[in-house]
């Protein structure tokens, strides 16, 4: 199992990320909302709605904000009408890509994912085309420096984690999404500093790509991540640092 190419992206574009915090709010919002709805407002017993409360929590979304969706969904009559709709396909040199969406109008969705693709080289699949490639896995990033190697298996492999690996100037500590936040809160309860978190979609193999081939896929990705109503974009494409 790779996670590496993900996290790698994720460092690469954390100031993006702070810039469009807004944007961020809004997804993580909306996604809190869907779990409430689906689930109810009350996080005991609704594992999605906690691992939605707790990505808010790392990004610092405001509490009201986390009040109204949470209410939204409750009250879905409301307006809490959004569709999860999971998009497939192939970018650049046939790097995998899976987008996950929450949308109230698919027709539009559709269009615009077809659009991001086929003017990025790359094609719209069906469902199922690449999903066969990923696993979805819960993830905690630790600084090296900022842990020992040995306390950090120690406490995680005991809490439930799968596996602990030791990537670049990271420790990565996976494991099922069913135990994620046992997990992370046996970490955390030992103080040791959480670099980022979260259940995601990791793929089994990666493709390399260079030049223009990663430009266009860099380019592919950041369109997905900037509509609206996409909430999370995989791949397994690893890009050259620069």
């Known amino acids: 199992m790779s996670g590496h190419s993900k996290w790698a992206n994720i460092k690469r574009t954390k100031g993006k990320n702070d810039a469009m915090r807004a944007k961020v709010t809004t997804k993580i919002s909306k996604e809190i909302t869907i779990a409430a709805r689906m689930g109810g407002g009350n996080p005991v017993g609704n594992m999605r709605l906690k691992l939605a409360l707790t990505k808010a929590r790392q990004n610092n979304v405001p509490k009201d904000i986390i009040k109204r969706a949470i209410d939204k969904g409750v009250g879905a009559s409301t307006g809490a009408g959004f569709d999860e709709v999971i998009y497939e396909g192939y970018g650049p040199g046939g790097a995998a890509i899976i987008a996950e969406c929450n949308t109230d109008n698919r027709n539009r969705m559709a269009a615009d994912i077809r659009h991001a693709f086929n003017h990025n080289g790359g094609s719209l699949g069906a469902t199922g085309s ?14 090296k420096e900022k842990a020992e190697e040995d306390n950090v298996m120690l406490i995680a492999l005991e809490a439930g984690a799968e596996d602990v690996i030791t990537e670049g100037d990271t420790f990565q500590v996976i494991t099922s999404p069913e135990d994620f936040l046992t997990v992370s809160e046996a970490i955390e309860n030992e103080n040791i500093p959480v670099e980022a978190s979260e259940v995601a979609m990791i793929p089994d193999t990666t493709v390399n790509l260079e030049g223009d081939q990663a430009e266009t896929m860099s380019r592919l990705i950041a369109e997905l991540e900037e509509m609206d109503d996409v909430q999370e974009v995989y791949h397994n494409a690893e890009l050259p640092e620069e």
């Open 130 to 143: 690449v999903g066969w490639m990923f696993k979805r896995k819960g993830t905690i990033i630790i600084d």
